[in-house]
């Protein structure tokens, strides 16, 4: 969650700990949230959202054995900040002409399963690629960087010793 609507991470987690959700960890302003439900909570975190804070964002939810094999998976070694991983609601259905056309020289990528992993050293505030992602996807998808990635396996690791 950025731009426009944003929520304070200690209001959320409040909120999310009031609901019954149990370790409720929060990591930096892009709605990143790790939290201990005994069922899906995917149509309920977005319609919590929307009572507390006046509009309802698009959620997108990983278990912890999802989010995990993604980051294993992970096929490039380079620093955490020229790698982002993709995580796609379903199966993407990539258009790889409109992808290649986008494609920077510098840039590469893979998908495995509903992941997109893209490595771009030169970063991808210029990217059209990045800019033009879901698109290419055929699918939504949300992005995180390999750094914060790490940083939310780090959180779930604590929360399962």
Known sequence: MGGKNLVPMKDLKLRLQD???????TYIQSGNVALGA???PSDEIGPLIASAFGFEPDVLTLSEERFS??????????????????????????DQAKLKSL???SENYALKGDVFYLH???GIGRSKLVARIESCLG?????????TV???QLMLDAQRS
């Open 103 to 105: 494609l920077a020289a």
């Open 150 to 152: 790490s940083k939310i």
């Open 19 to 25: 609901a019954g959700y149990e370790n409720v960890e």
């Open 69 to 94: 094999v993604a980051l294993a998976n992970n096929p490039f070694d380079a620093p955490g900040n020229m790698v982002h991983i993709y995580f796609c609601t379903t199966s993407p259905k990539v």
């Open 38 to 40: 005994d069922h899906d």
């Open 120 to 122: 771009a050293p030169d």
């Open 139 to 147: 699918v939504s998808a949300t992005g995180r960087n390999l750094n």
